[in-house]
């Protein structure tokens, strides 16, 4: 029991740590922040990924004008 107990922590911490390496990784410095493209966009503050898209998408539409 005390060995499940250790892998599952371990789990958990490698998780953590995954988000954390993307975000150094990104140079992302705030949260919550919603990545696309690799790094090219980041929509920060929000937390409803639909919102995010949308602010995406519109975001991407003018750069082809």
């Known amino acids: ?8 922590l371990q789990q958990q911490l490698i998780t953590a740590y995954q988000g954390l390496s993307v975000a150094i990784q990104y140079q992302i410095d ?5 990545l696309f493209d690799r790094g ?3 929509v920060y503050g929000v937390t409803d990924l639909q919102q995010a898209l949308g602010w995406y998408r519109q975001w991407q539409s003018g750069l082809g004008k």
């Open 40 to 42: 090219k966009a980041v």
């Open 30 to 34: 705030r949260y919550p922040a919603v």
């Open 1 to 8: 029991m005390q060995q499940h107990g250790r892998q599952a």
